[in-house]
């Protein structure tokens, strides 16, 4: 659906997008991730059509942007950080003067407005002053703004920033709604909402994509094998016992809680899964385990890691976990 070929942006000699490729597909929901200067923006406003490439080649739905514009940006939606919306109009007033300006013939406006309102639930606030609004329902002005048209991928930078507990988890729900017609890709540094969220991953640090793929997939090949951690109560050495006849572990530390009961850190070997052995050979043991749960890598150990690291950070990884 979109091509992303060897773009660059640059602002006199400051590169702030550098030689990106990635294509989106449709159906799913797509995070973009990446630290404040990145190139994140630079590059969804170069996708939107708001910026010109340096260099490099942008398509829609096979529309490339320089040749045939307007179907280029019939087929995207976008809600910037700050939702463009005039305070001094009311929801529905706004949203007929963004559907005009995105050539939506007359005689559909108005339909469209009020479809759009109500899927996105501003029915009730529909003649109330933006200004008056909160900022989760201003969000959703800007949603539906980037709606308007019915395009098929909708973009959003930040949609999640500046909102209450309450707020974000409407506009997720809303979110989650718009990719069943809608191809979704979103920027955010709020990154257990991205993994909640997303089914794809493309991370940029210094103007590069660094890596992409699913959250899952991210997780199992850039990070360590996951430890496991027990509580077992019994006496050090009968722990030990049990541990020195486990098969498929690499290493364990032994760490006392209190009187008879002992932390136990496990380091399996790679790619062995150890957790119903270790069930059953302290059971075995007849000695209690109050609790045993594998401690994975997070998408935050993810993010950290290649972000730190820069470019060529995913291959470096696959080359020392081959």
Do not use: W
Not at 144 to 163: H, K, N, R, S, Y
Not at 223 to 251: F, H, P
Not at 260 to 278: C, H, M
Request: charged share 25%; with cysteine; hydrophobic share 40%.
């Amino acid at each position: 659906m979109i091509e992303v070929k060897n773009l660059v942006k640059k602002y006199g000699s400051h590169t702030a997008v550098d030689n990106l490729n990635f294509s989106i597909d449709k159906g799913r929901i797509y995070g973009f991730l990446g630290p404040n200067g990145a190139g994140k923006s630079t590059t969804m406003n170069i996708i939107t059509g708001y910026l010109a490439a340096t260099e490099g080649e942008v398509t829609v739905n096979g529309f490339d942007i320089l040749k045939e514009p307007e179907k280029f940006k019939k087929s995207v939606g976008y809600l910037p950080e700050m939702p463009p919306v005039y305070t001094d109009m009311t929801v529905r007033e706004y949203l007929a003067f963004a559907a005009e300006l995105k050539g939506i013939p007359k005689g559909e406006r108005k339909v469209q407005i009020e479809v759009i309102m109500g899927r996105i639930k501003l029915t009730q606030v529909a003649d109330r002053l933006i200004g008056n609004l909160s900022k989760g329902y201003r969000q959703r002005v800007g949603l539906a703004q980037a709606i308007l048209g019915f395009p098929e991928t909708i973009i959003l930078d930040e949609p999640m920033v500046g909102l209450d507990p309450q707020q974000i988890i409407e506009i997720r729900q809303l979110i989650r709604s718009l990719a069943k017609n809608h191809t979704v890709i979103l920027s955010s540094h709020i990154l257990a909402e991205v993994r909640e969220l997303c089914d794809y991953i493309l991370i940029i640090s210094k103007g590069k994509l660094v890596a992409q793929d699913t959250p899952e997939h991210l997780e199992r090949l850039l990070c360590d094998t996951g430890t496991i951690k027990l509580e077992v109560r019994g006496a050090a050495e009968q722990i030990k016992e049990v541990l020195l006849r486990m098969k498929k572990m690499k290493d364990y530390r032994l760490s006392k809680k209190e009187e008879q009961l002992f932390l136990v850190t496990v380091t399996p070997g790679k790619g062995a899964d150890i957790r119903e052995a270790l069930f059953l050979a302290f059971a075995g043991a007849q000695l209690p385990l109050l609790s045993l749960y594998e401690e994975k890598g997070t998408l935050e150990d993810v993010y950290l890691k290649l972000t730190q690291e820069g470019g060529g950070a995913l291959e470096s990884h696959l080359q020392k976990r081959a």
